[in-house]
Structure formats: structure tokens, C-alpha cells
């Protein structure tokens, strides 16, 4: 299963068709991914374009699990901003209390988002608002 992800995801594709077709195919995917596929995944995120792990961080809400988690959590580490705004528009649909706990516990990602805030748009304004809202509540 993860070569099949990685395939979708390494294809050319225009914007459109990706959030039109390919997150949806790409989720379908991860919903049957095995321990191995996570692990696989988990590994190899770090090793592809940024591109790639833009589409995968847009995409790793389909079970809310550990594997997406720690997936999303580490690439909050990025430099770039629009994965990270990806990743923390993901992460509010971890909505457990025991998900909330783990972002609680890196204060880096709160810190990050108040100083994005002030500069940010609208539409990634409220993205982060609502993800601080979703994590304390």
C-alpha cells in the first residue's frame, strides 16, 4: 500500500485535480495502510520533495491515529510555512484528549503559531485560531 501512496503522491498533478480526485484516492489508500505501511511511511516522509509532503500532510486526518499523528507532528519542524499551516490545519481534526496532550506537550508548535499570527492572513488566521481553540477545549 505505501508504494501505491507514494506513487500518487509523487505524480504530476494540477491543483485542482489533486484536492479534487487525489487527496481523496490518497486517504482511501491510507485507510488501509498495515503497521509496516506506517512505519514505512514514518520513515520515508522525511526523505521526499516538498511537495509530497505537502499532499501527505493534507491528507493524514483519515484515522486520526498515532502513525498520522507523529507523522504530522514532526514535519511541524519544517521551515516551510505553508507545510506547517497544512500540518496544523490537519492536526485540528485530533481532537482526543489524549491527541491534545501530545501538542499540549510541545510548546514549540503554540509558539510557532503566536508568532505566524500577527502576520498571517485571514483565512490562515482562523485556521490557527481554531487549532489553539480545538487543543485547549
Same mark, same amino acid.
Given at each position: ?16 485535480? +489533486? ?18 505501511? +506506517? ?12 511537495? +509530497? ?85
Amino acid at each position: 500500500m505505501y508504494r501505491e501512496l507514494d506513487n500518487l503522491l509523487s505524480a504530476n498533478t494540477t491543483v485542482d485535480s +489533486w484536492y479534487d480526485d487525489g487527496c481523496t484516492i490518497a486517504s482511501e489508500i491510507l485507510s488501509g495502510f498495515n503497521k509496516e505501511d +506506517w512505519e514505512k511511511l514514518s520513515i520515508e516522509v522525511f526523505n521526499k520533495s516538498l511537495e +509530497w509532503q505537502k499532499k501527505i500532510a493534507y491528507c493524514l486526518d483519515s484515522n486520526c491515529n498515532v502513525y498520522e499523528l507523529k507523522i504530522l507532528l514532526s514535519l511541524l519542524e519544517t521551515k516551510d510555512e505553508e507545510l506547517f499551516q497544512i500540518c496544523i490545519d490537519t492536526l485540528r481534526s485530533f481532537t482526543t484528549l489524549e491527541n491534545k496532550q501530545i501538542i499540549i506537550k510541545n510548546p514549540s508548535i503554540l509558539q510557532r503559531i503566536n508568532n505566524l499570527l500577527p502576520t498571517s492572513g485571514i483565512a490562515v488566521k482562523k485556521v490557527l485560531e481554531d487549532f489553539i481553540i480545538k487543543i485547549y477545549s
